[in-house]
């Protein structure tokens, strides 16, 4: 393996050994997975997307070591920090233990140092890893192909944005080429997929969905419309190019709809807050789920509601609430004898 330049960083403050030792281990992660990726055996593809994702979280640490102040046992870096009482009265904290940060702590982090990064691949990638590791299912290579198509950005942004270092010269030339012929290669599929969806007129509260479509069984964003030529938002059928799973129209909206807010949900349930979503009381007739409903929302059955027998084997839809004005997707009012009134 080929290293880099590793001499006249700024902000140094731990021993060359270490500062080696960190950025090593994190390329030769990305190095391995590379080669697990280009194998014909499939099996070596659930490693590849785990070095991946392991060798992309090492770079991460790697800043967040290099920016320690020096003495403080690489307290950015550490999982668990205490604070030090010097000789002279000055408290400091210093890190302690062998556990590092997580992908979690690693993001408030970089935020609160002010350090960028294209989280939505990283949370990607790791969905990917995740999908995986627990499910095994047809077209894990081309969930692969995604996962190196976004690594492909997010590795070159931490080495040279991120890093100030040599994507190229550490990666290695060949390696780094055929990382961005897989991404070239996705792209084209990517675009492809795109077209037949383009087609579709979309409500305007759904427009940020179209633009986050994903398969709600894979994960991956090479979605397909079924028939390319419809235009009709309530008669699109989706399928996944990877794993082949078929998606109606409502079925894909909730399911983007859930990958869109899941932060805000679990802030909400964290801080006490109104949850981004709810669901339609199961007490509520199917006829009578428009009265509930103050704003647009982005499944035209529950906007036009047309008569009680159209849409009685239809599951009552998830709603967005008014609390994310950006998206203003539906509105659920508060309850009123366990139903409720519409609120203005």
């Given at each position: 393996m080929s290293i880099g330049r590793f001499e006249g960083k700024k902000s140094v403050s731990y021993s060359w050994k270490a500062r080696v030792s960190l950025i090593v281990n994190a390329v030769g992660a990305i190095q391995i997975a590379i080669e697990d990726f280009e194998s014909s055996d499939d099996r070596r593809l659930h490693a590849a997307i785990r070095n991946l994702h392991a060798g992309i979280l090492l770079l991460?640490?790697?800043?967040?070591?290099?920016?320690?102040?020096?003495?403080?046992?690489?307290?950015?870096?550490?999982?668990?920090?205490?604070?030090?009482?010097?000789?002279?009265?000055?408290?400091?904290?210093?890190?302690?233990?062998?556990?590092?940060?997580?992908?979690?702590?690693?993001?408030?982090?970089?935020?609160?140092?002010?350090?960028?990064?294209?989280?939505?691949?990283?949370?990607?990638?790791?969905?990917?890893?995740?999908?995986?590791?627990?499910?095994?299912?047809?077209?894990?290579r081309m969930q692969a192909q995604q996962a190196f198509a976004e690594a492909c950005v997010l590795i070159r942004q931490l080495l040279t944005d991120v890093l100030d270092e040599e994507?190229?010269?550490?990666?290695?030339?060949?390696?780094?080429?055929?990382?961005?012929?897989?991404?070239?290669?996705?792209?084209?599929?990517?675009?492809?997929?795109?077209?037949?969806?383009?087609?579709?007129?979309?409500?305007?509260?759904?427009?940020?969905?179209?633009?986050?479509?994903?398969?709600?069984?894979?994960?991956?964003?090479?979605?397909?419309?079924?028939?390319?030529?419809?235009?009709?938002?309530?008669?699109?059928?989706?399928?996944?190019?990877?794993?082949?799973?078929?998606?109606?129209?409502?079925?894909?909206?909730?399911?983007?709809?859930?990958?869109?807010?899941w932060a805000e949900g679990h802030i909400a349930v964290k801080d006490g807050g109104e949850p981004p979503s709810s669901t339609v009381p199961n007490a509520v007739k199917p006829a009578t789920w428009w009265k509930w409903v103050a704003a647009p929302c982005v499944i035209s059955a529950c906007r036009t509601m047309p008569n009680a027998q159209s849409v009685a084997s239809r599951s009552p839809p998830r709603i967005i609430t008014n609390t994310i004005a950006s998206a203003a997707i539906m509105h659920m009012s508060r309850s009123e004898n366990d139903i409720g009134r519409p609120q203005a």
């Open positions: 991460c640490k790697v800043k967040l070591q290099r920016l320690s102040p020096q003495g403080s046992n690489e307290v950015l870096l550490k999982q668990k920090v205490e604070p030090h009482r010097a000789a002279d009265g000055t408290i400091t904290w210093v890190g302690t233990g062998k556990k590092t940060v997580d992908q979690q702590s690693i993001k408030e982090r970089f935020k609160s140092l002010g350090v960028s990064l294209e989280w939505k691949q990283l949370e990607s990638i790791n969905d990917i890893r995740n999908n995986t590791e627990h499910y095994y299912f047809q077209g894990t994507a190229v010269a550490l990666i290695g030339e060949s390696a780094w080429t055929r990382l961005f012929e897989n991404k070239r290669v996705f792209d084209e599929e990517y675009r492809a997929c795109q077209a037949t969806l383009s087609s579709i007129a979309w409500l305007d509260a759904a427009a940020d969905v179209s633009k986050n479509i994903s398969c709600p069984n894979c994960g991956s964003k090479l979605v397909r419309q079924r028939f390319p030529d419809n235009s009709d938002q309530d008669r699109a059928e989706f399928q996944c190019t990877c794993c082949a799973t078929v998606s109606n129209s409502t079925e894909m909206i909730l399911h983007v709809l859930d990958d869109m807010y």
